[in-house]
């Protein structure tokens, strides 16, 4: 619409169609923060990178922001993995090492570990499907500090070495309330 010495005007209910717009688009942003972080985290940094693209006027380093936005993110995926690692080796103790006294302190610190977990995914519940990439990983890591830790304590034979390094554990059995059962020697 013209007005007057040919300035253009948007009609009204447009304006405040597109403010409506813009407003719902926020509160749902902000709802993503909450509800999933590793999911905004990277939907900012797209969303940077994209006004870095576009021109923005802003005397901002908007690459960098929008990395270190992201690299947010990537903390919560570093976060898995530890924690995943740490199970795996304390399960790996757990079913293969005799040993009684440090027992109780592997049981506790897979607990730990799984709680530490389920904070993540309540907070970011996209790394719920990183978990399975993740855990071939941690085992693979896991494994060699649990064989290490065994072998310092003179635990391991070659025909346990063979079994740790080809044991697996399934995404359920890490993150859920399973345990290993007790090597054959504490067993009877």
Not at 43 to 65: M, V, Y
Not at 89 to 110: I, Q, T
Request: charged share 30%; net charge negative; glycine share 6%.
């Amino acid at each position: 619409m013209m007005g007057a010495a040919g300035f253009s005007f948007k009609a009204r209910g447009a304006i405040l169609n597109e403010d409506d717009r813009r407003e719902r688009l926020m509160s749902e942003t902000r709802a993503l923060y909450d509800t999933d972080f590793l999911a905004w985290s990277k939907e900012q940094a797209e969303g940077l990178r994209s006004l870095a693209r576009g021109g923005s006027n802003e005397a901002l380093d908007w690459e960098n922001l929008a990395e270190e936005i992201e690299s947010l993110g990537i903390s919560q995926k570093t976060a898995l993995r530890r924690q995943l690692r740490r199970i795996i080796l304390h399960l790996l103790e757990l079913e293969f090492s005799p040993a009684v006294e440090p027992r109780r302190g592997w049981f506790e610190s897979v607990g730990d570990a799984r709680s530490e977990i389920e904070d993540l995914l309540e907070t970011s519940p996209s790394l719920k499907p990183e978990a399975g990439s993740a855990l071939a990983m941690a085992l693979r890591q896991g494994s060699k500090k649990a064989v290490f830790d065994l072998e310092k304590h003179g635990e391991v034979d070659p025909a346990t070495l063979a079994r740790i390094r080809a044991k697996t554990y399934t995404v359920d059995q890490v993150l859920d309330d399973w345990f290993p059962p007790e090597p054959p020697s504490r067993a009877e």
